[in-house]
């Protein structure tokens, strides 16, 4: 198959192409500077040279490709206008790819969140939809739900697409400014571990090689307008994962009161996401893609130590 990837240069795309090289597909990839095409023809793929904002060439290299993996963001946009603003320009972008793969039934992947159908007591599945986005929302995570929606309404215009969710935390030996990387980062600074908290909410966490091949089998035989959930672990306790941190480092593990004055003290702009609960299944990805997680778990991959060889 003959595949487009915007987004092949970051943690998720540079674990993608080796993916899709490997199992006999011919990979084009988005370069938005001379730097990043370099990188992408390391790794064995053929270069287009464009950016997010010309519609008119996505909309050209999707209709020459059997099939989009799109894993890029405009994170440009994240200081001036937050997340409403990347996610305003990402629905273009699928529309764009919607109106080159219109009626072919070719497949279109993107990158969603685990945490879009929000926090429902429950595990979240693939079958729960993401929320809906409204004026509240502003300034908020939820506000790129608007991306995942329009993505499944493609299916609707024959194009056979589907939203890859990841998990909150994806982790790797390449992993360079993750939640795990900002977590460590915070410990180091303040001399000790903390959790929100007792520390019981859940998170879940996927490494982004078995992320990869959940891409690649989306790809390959997801339905139309589906949700799958790149999840490995399903709920982790913050806790357990301070606690990994605090082994390593030597540092002691503390509970941070759940308090809007005393949090941000410890967690900065993290504050307002690290008390969240994200427990998620993956029972139907497994069951419909045939995926099979297969990396080291999370506090296995803590346990490595390649999160804290430097620094």
Do not use: C
């Amino acid at each position: 198959m003959r595949v487009f990837v915007a987004g092949g240069t970051g943690h998720s795309g540079s674990y993608i192409i080796p993916e899709l090289l490997a199992t006999g597909h011919e990979v084009t990839a988005l370069a938005r500077s001379d730097t990043a095409a370099a990188a992408l023809s390391a790794l064995g793929t053929k270069v287009r040279l464009g950016d997010l904002q010309d519609l008119d060439g996505l909309k050209e290299a999707a209709a020459d490709a059997d099939g989009v993996i799109h894993v890029a963001h405009r994170q440009d946009l994240l200081l001036s206008g937050g997340m409403d603003a990347v996610a305003a320009a990402e629905v273009p972008i699928m529309l764009a790819y919607g109106e080159a793969l219109a009626g072919t039934g070719k497949p279109l992947v993107a990158a969603g969140s685990i945490g879009s159908p929000g926090n429902l007591g429950r595990p979240a599945t693939e079958d729960d939809p993401a929320l809906a986005v409204g004026n509240e929302h502003s300034g908020t995570l939820r506000a790129r739900n608007v991306v995942e929606t329009a993505v499944v309404g493609l299916a609707e215009r024959g194009v056979r697409a589907s939203v890859v969710r990841l998990a909150n935390i994806a982790y790797s030996t390449t992993d360079g400014s993750g939640f795990l990387v900002q977590l460590i980062a915070l410990a180091k600074e303040k001399g000790f571990v903390g959790y929100p908290g007792d520390g019981t909410n859940l998170w879940n966490a996927v490494h982004v090689r078995d992320s990869a091949s959940l891409f690649r089998l989306a790809l390959e035989k997801g339905p139309a307008g589906r949700y799958w959930h790149a999840v490995g672990d399903g709920g982790i306790p913050l806790r357990a994962i301070a606690e990994a941190i605090g082994s390593r480092l030597g540092l002691p593990v503390v509970s941070v009161p759940v308090d809007e004055l005393v949090l941000p003290g410890y967690f900065g702009f993290l504050a307002n996401i690290v008390t969240q609960t994200y427990p998620a299944s993956n029972l139907i990805t497994r069951r419909t893609l045939g995926w099979e997680p297969i990396q080291p778990s999370l506090l296995a991959d803590l346990d490595n130590g390649h999160y804290f060889s430097a620094g």
